[in-house]
C-alpha cells in the first residue's frame, strides 16, 4: 500500500520534489563503526546476510544515524548463486569467490523450493525491517541483474575484466541466454517475496553494464530486465522498479525506454542536462554524486550537491551517489551533504 508520507516513494510515482529524498548506495555497511560492531558478531559475511536479527540492524543503522529516506535491505546480489547452489565465499580483503559455471544446467541443480527455503532468513529481514521502520522511511528491497550475476558466476570473482563472461556469450550465445533466462526467473521469485514481505521499492543492480555494444547490451541487459519487470507485473508486484544499469553510457535512454523500469539510477560518469534531455520527461532518476567527492568533502562537495539538485529541479529525483559509498568516507562529510541538500532554496 502507497503511504502518502513516503517521499521517495511519491517521486518514484512521478512527484518531483524539492529538496528530493536521498538514500546513498552501500550506507549500510563499513563507512560505519557500529556496522564494523556488528559484524564482529558472524562468523563469514554469507552467515551475516542470512541472520535476520543482524541484517536487520545493519540496514536500520543509516536510518537511524542520517534519517535516510530509503533503507536497503542489507544482503547481496550473490546470495542468488549461493542459493542455486554455486559456492559463494567472501574472502576477507579479497572479495568474493564462486565457483565458475560453464553451462546453464550448472544453475538447475536446486530445486525451487530449496532456493527458497535458503533465501527466507531475507524475507525475514524485510519483514522486521518494515516493523521496525518509521512510517516516512520507504524499503527497498533488491537483486542483482542476471547479466552482473551472470558475470560473477562465470568470471568466479570481482575485479575481472569481464572478458570470460563475454567471450561465454559470443561463443555459446543459447547457452548464455539460459544462463540470463534461469536467473531472471529465479530474481523475479526472490524479488516478488521480498516485496510480498513489506518492501516498497524493488532495485536491479546491473552493475556492470559497461563496456558492452549495443547488441549485446540489448540481449544481455535489456532482454533479462525486462523478462523480469513484465513477470513481477504479470504476478501482480506493483512495486515500482528502479533500475541500475552502471556505465551503459548512452545505452541507458534505450534501457530506459526498453525495459519497462520505473526509475533509472545514473552513475556518476552521466552528465546531468544530458540525462535530462536525452530520457523521456518525467521518468524518475535516481543519482548521481561521485562518491569520492562525497569522501573529499569541502566546498567542491557543497557545490557539486546543489548542481546536481538543481540539475534535475522539475524531474521526478532521488539524490544518491553514482556508486556505492566508500569505507573511508567521514561520517561529517555525509552529513554536510545531508544539510546542503535539505538547506531551504
Ligand atoms: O564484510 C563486509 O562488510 C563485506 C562488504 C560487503 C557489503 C557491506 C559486500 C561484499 N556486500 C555488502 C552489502 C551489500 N551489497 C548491499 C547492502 C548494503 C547497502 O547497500 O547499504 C548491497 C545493496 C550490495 C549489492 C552488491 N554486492 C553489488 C551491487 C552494487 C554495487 O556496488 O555495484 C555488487 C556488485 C556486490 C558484489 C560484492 N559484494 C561484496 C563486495 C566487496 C562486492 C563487490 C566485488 C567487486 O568489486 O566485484
Redesign the pocket.
Known amino acids: 500500500m502507497v503511504q502518502a508520507d513516503k517521499r521517495l516513494l511519491k517521486v518514484l510515482e512521478g512527484e518531483a520534489l524539492t529538496p528530493p529524498p536521498v538514500w546513498l548506495?552501500?550506507?549500510?555497511?563499513?563507512h560505519l563503526p557500529e556496522?564494523h560492531e556488528l559484524?564482529a558478531q558472524a562468523r563469514d559475511?554469507l552467515d551475516?546476510c542470512y541472520s535476520p536479527s543482524l541484517a536487520t540492524e545493519?540496514t536500520l543503522q543509516?536510518i537511524r544515524r542520517y534519517g535516510m529516506d530509503g533503507a536497503?535491505?542489507?544482503?547481496?546480489?550473490?546470495l542468488i548463486l549461493d542459493a542455486l547452489g554455486r559456492k559463494v565465499a567472501?574472502v576477507e580483503g579479497e572479495?568474493?569467490r564462486v565457483a565458475p559455471l560453464s553451462r546453464a544446467s550448472d544453475l538447475q541443480g536446486v530445486a525451487k523450493s530449496a532456493v527458497e527455503a535458503r533465501l527466507s532468513p531475507v524475507f525475514e529481514t524485510v519483514r522486521r525491517v518494515r516493523a521496525a521502520l518509521p512510517p516516512e522511511t520507504t524499503l527497498i528491497g533488491?537483486a542483482?541483474s542476471p547479466w552482473?550475476v551472470a558475470i560473477?558466476g562465470i568470471e568466479g570473482r570481482?575485479?575481472t575484466d569481464k572478458s570470460t563472461a563475454r567471450m561465454f556469450g559470443y561463443e555459446q550465445p543459447e547457452e548464455m541466454d539460459a544462463v540470463l533466462r534461469i536467473l531472471a526467473d529465479h530474481t523475479v521469485d526472490y524479488l516478488a517475496e521480498q516485496a510480498k514481505a513489506g518492501a516498497d521499492v524493488l532495485m536491479l543492480?546491473e552493475?556492470w553494464a559497461e563496456g558492452l555494444p549495443e547488441d549485446a547490451f540489448e540481449r544481455w541487459v535489456v532482454a533479462p530486465t525486462r523478462s523480469i519487470v513484465e513477470q513481477l507485473r504479470a504476478r501482480g508486484i506493483n512495486q515500482p522498479v528502479i533500475g541500475f544499469p552502471?556505465g551503459a553510457g548512452a545505452l541507458v535512454v534505450r534501457y530506459a525506454a526498453e525495459t519497462g523500469v520505473s526509475a533509472v539510477g545514473l552513475d556518476t560518469a552521466v552528465p546531468t542536462r544530458w540525462a535530462n534531455e536525452a530520457l523521456p520527461p518525467g521518468l524518475p532518476v535516481q543519482g548521481n554524486l561521485d562518491p569520492l567527492r562525497l569522501m573529499a568533502g569541502g566546498p567542491g562537495l557543497d557545490a557539486r550537491v546543489r548542481e546536481i539538485r538543481d540539475a534535475f529541479r522539475g524531474r521526478p529525483h532521488i539524490f544518491n551517489l553514482g556508486?556505492?559509498v566508500p569505507q573511508t568516507t567521514p561520517i561529517d562529510h555525509v552529513v554536510r551533504m545531508l544539510q546542503v541538500l535539505r538547506e531551504a532554496t
Open positions: 548506495m552501500r550506507q549500510a555497511g563499513r556496522y559484524r559475511f551475516f545493519a543509516p536497503i535491505l542489507f544482503a547481496d546480489i550473490l567472501f572479495g568474493p533488491f542483482g552482473t560473477y570481482g575485479g543492480f552493475s552502471r556508486h556505492g
